[in-house]
């Protein structure tokens, strides 16, 4: 009996083990399921970005320093967060100008106040970094943007442009193993809509191919602030003395939901008159519309013409100005005479008018595509 007994004891104890080892197991891979690391990470003197990978859901901080030995010459944080097998990068850019040749960037990455991973980049400053070539124009605008590179030697280059939205990369144009013998010209449109009023970053990253050597790395940063813009297109501008037709082309990727504005205002009397028109279509980069206007109760005279494209801030975008002389047989607001139809000749003409401005303009809106 005791036997027995010895051997259910033995049998426990083994399955207690088991249990054991079993949980154990689970949290050891509960921790690895939970792992949080940095896959990537560069700094210059202009910039730093770091590429986080998880295994599940978490939410927390990175943390960048710049380091001159053991001092921390600047420090930002920036939160993060990043779902199960996915990749999220972060990009921050250095406010302080550097003093020295050599520097060393670091980032370390927490959830709540655990640290999970640091990586150190080493960063030189002044000749030692210095490109084969030169930057002479570096413009963001609501379209896209523009990059001219001058080189002092010829070399190959691979140019990455980045648009930032506070830390995030929201889009990336990379050009590969363009040589620079001459004056090099790059231009992107941004391929989608901006939000109005946002400041928006645009980071040049560009690898410096190298014989014997890693690429050598430079950035370079420009900034701009997004918002609507039109123009008005001063060969499809018509003003005569039955009113007033304008094509207005899209500038911007911020769209464009506004008006024209017209003014007449007589040379003699000093007398105004001011029209107004929504624009049809929404307007972006390329984009473009007509609209017009037919003269109300403007009489016979020389009219000072002004055109503005206004958007819904009654913020004048574009103006263009012209001079019209209406003659006194084609004045538009003659008065009838006292035998003649109640309203019926006024009403004849400025149908007819309006037909003429209609027709104008679907003419050249089929021409414009």
Not at 91 to 113: L, M
Request: aromatic share 8%.
């Amino acid at each position: 009996m005791s036997e027995e007994l010895g051997f259910v004891e033995m049998i426990n104890k083994l399955l207690s083990r088991i249990v054991l080892v079993s949980v154990c197991t689970l949290m050891l891979s509960g921790t690895a399921s939970a792992s949080l690391e940095i896959t990537d990470f560069f700094s210059d003197f202009t910039s730093s970005e770091v590429t986080i990978k998880a295994s599940q859901d978490h939410q927390g901080k990175a943390v960048f320093e710049f380091l001159d030995g053991k001092n921390v010459v600047e420090s930002q944080e920036v939160p993060f967060k990043v779902n199960a097998g996915e990749q999220v990068s972060k990009v921050i850019i250095w406010q302080n100008k550097p003093q020295n040749d050599y520097y060393t960037a670091k980032v370390s990455i927490f959830n709540d106040t655990k640290l999970h991973d640091n990586k150190t980049f080493q960063v030189s400053y002044g000749t030692v970094a210095m490109p084969n070539f030169h930057i002479v124009d570096f413009s963001p605008s609501n379209k896209g943007v523009q990059l001219l590179l001058r080189p002092f030697n010829p070399s190959a280059v691979d140019i990455k442009i980045e648009l930032l939205d506070n830390n995030d990369i929201v889009y990336t144009k990379t050009q590969e193993d363009v040589s620079l013998t001459t004056n090099t010209e790059l231009k992107i449109d941004w391929p989608f809509l901006l939000d109005n009023n946002r400041k928006y970053t645009v980071r040049a990253k560009i690898l410096t191919h190298r014989l014997y050597a890693e690429p050598l790395i430079n950035t370079y940063i420009a900034a701009f602030t997004a918002s609507d813009d039109v123009e008005i297109l001063p060969d499809d501008v018509e003003v005569d003395e039955y009113g007033a037709s304008v094509t207005l082309r899209g500038k911007s990727q911020v769209p464009f939901d506004g008006f024209i504005d017209i003014s007449a205002t007589n040379r003699a009397t000093n007398e105004k008159k001011t029209y107004r028109q929504q624009v049809e279509e929404i307007l972006v980069s390329g984009k473009e519309d007509t609209a017009g206007v037919v003269w109300k109760e403007l009489g016979s005279g020389t009219y000072d013409v002004s055109i503005q494209a206004v958007n819904k801030e009654n913020i004048a975008l574009d103006k263009y100005e012209t001079v019209l002389r209406i003659p006194e047989n084609t004045a538009v607001s003659e008065t009838p005479a006292a035998n003649d139809p109640p309203a019926l000749t006024g009403y004849t003409g400025f149908a007819a008018i309006a037909i003429v401005i209609v027709i104008a303009i679907v003419i050249r809106r089929k021409r414009g595509g």
